[in-house]
Every structure is written in structure tokens, then in C-alpha cells.
Nanobody, 121 residues
Framework: QVQVVESGGGLVQAGGSLRLSCVAS????????ITWYRQAAEKERELVAF???????NYADFVKGRFTISRDNVERTAFLQMHSLKPEDTGVYHC???????????????RGPGTQVTVSS
């Protein structure tokens, strides 16, 4: 059994900061790439940031310079540090984790329920 859980969301004023966490647990052999997505009400899901197992990162243009993705492979955790938040950053933030679970033959994608981020103007 593998589980992914996000946390750290909340209500913050424009210009504020939040740090999201994404923790993977269970029967895990290896954690691969990790991607943060967000989805606002009545909008398509957007890719926010990506980090490979080796630490290579990539960001959506709309968060470059404001958000930082990182990971701790030992703790099986990824983080999304968000600064200079804007009302348009409001949405549910999910992490997608590629995991090689014990007893399986390849990597699969696991996603948590998400954490709500609300930025007031």
C-alpha cells in the first residue's frame, strides 16, 4: 500500500508565503519524479513545478522566481515553497509522485487528495 498526502495549504494575504509538503509512505522501493499541480475552480489543471530524482527542476512561467520545489529523498518528502502569492495562485495543490512500489515491476503515479491554497487580495 502506497499513500501520498499533501499539507501546508491555508488562507494567506496577497504577498504572503506558504510552504506545502508532500509525503509518500508505504511499501516503497524508489521515489522518482515529483510534480506539483494546481487546479482552480472551473479551470484546467496546471503544472506548477517539477523535480527529478536527481534534483533537476522546472517551473511554470507564472511561478518562476516566486516558488521553489525541493525534495528530501530520505524522508520521502517534497516541498513547494511559495512566496509573493497572488490571488490567481488560489486553488487545490496536488503532488504527483512516481513510485516504484515493493513487489511491482515498474513505476506508477500516485497522487494525494490535495491541499487548498487561498490567497486573498
Amino acid at each position: 500500500q502506497v499513500q501520498v498526502v499533501e499539507s501546508g495549504g491555508g488562507l494567506v494575504q496577497a504577498g504572503g508565503s506558504l510552504r506545502l509538503s508532500c509525503v509518500a509512505s508505504g511499501r516503497i522501493t524508489t521515489i522518482g519524479d515529483i510534480t506539483w499541480y494546481r487546479q482552480a475552480a472551473e479551470k484546467e489543471r496546471e503544472l506548477v513545478a517539477f523535480i527529478s530524482r536527481g534534483g533537476t527542476t522546472n517551473y511554470a512561467d507564472f511561478v518562476k522566481g516566486r516558488f521553489t520545489i525541493s525534495r528530501d529523498n530520505v524522508e520521502r518528502t517534497a516541498f513547494l515553497q511559495m512566496h509573493s502569492l497572488k490571488p490567481e495562485d488560489t486553488g487545490v495543490y496536488h503532488c504527483n509522485v512516481r513510485i516504484l512500489a515493493i513487489g511491482t515491476g515498474g513505476f506508477s503515479d500516485y497522487r494525494g487528495p490535495g491541499t487548498q491554497v487561498t490567497v486573498s487580495s
